[in-house]
T-cell receptor, first 112, second 113 residues
Framework: AQSVSQHNHHVILSEAASLELGCNYSYGGTVNLFWYVQYPGQHLQLLLKYFSGDPLVKGIKGFEAEFIKSKFSFNLRKPSVQWSDTAEYFCAVRNRDDKIIFGKGTRLHILP | DGGITQSPKYLFRKEGQNVTLSCEQNLNHDAMYWYRQDPGQGLRLIYY???????QKGDIAEGYSVSREKKESFPLTVTSAQKNPTAFYLCASRGTGAGTEAFFGQGTRLTVV
């Protein structure tokens, strides 16, 4: 069955530190890949997505992610985090049957 | 405003009662989804629908039912067979086309007492 694994459940960083959140998926066919963010008390918002072309994609608020097909990975990165990045981050995969499966999420806490 | 509306925001029901959660979208999207969000579990797919009058089970469909009689509406019924119905429920929709993402509603928090 299709699955998405997020390796870090809870990450604590200081402001200006670099961030990398891991995401691996199990589906072998063509996929669309997404990172969503859920700020406290707010609804899920799209950070960035990959569906074809350049495997390095840039999203909002300085986030980027790299699709590595051979590793079935789509890791999220940000060079320098801010206190306002405190949120929960979800990786998601859509397969050709239109199912969109999410990982369990990573809670990111930025210390001011 | 275009978007996805879930109502109500909070819902309380007694154990053994069925309850229906509403999801309406005016984005003209074909696909719609229902997820359940529990702490530490992420979002788990309950049902999804790619087109009117058709829907498929997700990973945790047991104890839930859906209908898709209109493009803009995808109500979810939590039946008395659902063993642990208290949760946060999220509805999403997605347009057609390669690489389109899902847009989410604000969610409904269901508490069964």
């Amino acid at each position: 069955a299709q699955s998405v694994s997020q390796h870090n459940h809870h990450v604590i960083l200081s402001e200006a530190a670099s961030l990398e959140l891991g995401c691996n998926y199990s589906y072998g066919g063509t996929v669309n890949l997404f990172w969503y963010v859920q700020y406290p008390g707010q609804h899920l918002q799209l950070l960035l997505k990959y569906f074809s072309g350049d495997p390095l994609v840039k999203g909002i608020k300085g986030f980027e992610a790299e699709f590595i097909k051979s590793k079935f990975s789509f890791n999220l990165r940000k060079p320098s985090v801010q206190w306002s990045d405190t949120a929960e981050y979800f990786c998601a995969v859509r397969n050709r049957d239109d199912k969109i499966i999410f990982g369990k999420g990573t809670r990111l806490h930025i210390l001011p | 405003d275009g978007g996805i509306t879930q109502s109500p925001k909070y819902l309380f029901r007694k154990e053994g009662q069925n309850v229906t959660l509403s999801c309406e979208q005016n984005l003209n999207h074909d696909a719609m989804y229902w997820y359940r969000q529990d702490p530490g579990q992420g979002l788990r797919l309950i049902y999804y629908s790619q087109i009117v009058n058709d829907f498929q089970k997700g990973d945790i469909a047991e104890g839930y039912s859906v209908s898709r009689e209109k493009k803009e509406s995808f109500p979810l019924t939590v039946t008395s067979a659902q063993k642990n119905p208290t949760a946060f429920y999220l509805c999403a929709s997605r347009g057609t086309g390669a690489g389109t993402e899902a847009f989410f509603g604000q969610g409904t928090r269901l508490t069964v007492v």
